[in-house]
């Protein structure tokens, strides 16, 4: 069950899991896809199908927005499932904390959004040089992941609302 909010005034805490690369990419819907600054606004690219309906993403009918779950610990979760060493991460994967405003539409697990700002990259490796590089990248600090929650809610809440 999914529901639709406007809570443009209202940044909401949420988590993403991407692939590094020479920037970021999302591991969340579109995989190609790469995150070219720390700030992004949704687009829909089944725009062609809906051109009959033209809306502002994200859409309850599609799967158009930006993507991010409500708890680190479902972001990790799901990170340690696809992994194969389930005690690591690959060094080319991280998890961040991103505040999202605009158009939202609430899943049980996470939501989609009309806009998403990078706020911190969350550090697993401590040997890993990439993780530092993305965050300079990104102008963003790179803090150890189990602090990244907390960190996170000095700049947006995290979701109570129940689905009905």
């Known amino acids: ?37 720390k700030t992004l606004q949704a687009t829909c690219l089944s725009r062609k199908r809906h051109q009959t309906l033209p ?4 859409e309850l009918t599609c799967h158009c927005g930006i993507h991010a779950y409500h708890s680190l610990e479902d972001a990790v979760r799901i990170q340690l499932e696809e992994t194969a060493d389930p005690y690591m991460f690959p060094k080319n ?7 999202a ?15 998403q700002q990078i706020i911190a990259l ?3 490796d401590f040997t890993n040089p990439e993780e530092l590089n993305m965050a300079k990248l990104y102008d963003v600090p790179l803090i ?4 990244i929650e907390y960190y996170g809610k000095e700049f947006a809440q995290s979701w109570k609302g129940q689905l009905v």
Not at 6 to 18: H, K, M, Q, T
Not at 55 to 58: D, L, N, Q
Not at 93 to 99: C, D, E, T
């Open 144 to 147: 150890p992941i189990s602090k």
């Open 93 to 99: 994967w991280l998890i961040g904390a991103v505040m």
């Open 1 to 37: 069950m999914e529901k639709e909010l406007n809570v443009a005034s209202l940044p909401l805490l949420g988590f993403r899991r991407w692939k590094i690369d020479s920037r970021l990419k999302s591991l969340i819907a579109y995989p190609q896809f790469s995150w070219t600054n």
């Open 101 to 115: 405003w605009g158009k939202i539409v609430i899943h049980k697990k996470g939501f989609r959004s009309e806009f």
């Open 55 to 58: 809306y502002r993403p994200p």
């Open 122 to 124: 969350g550090q697993v």
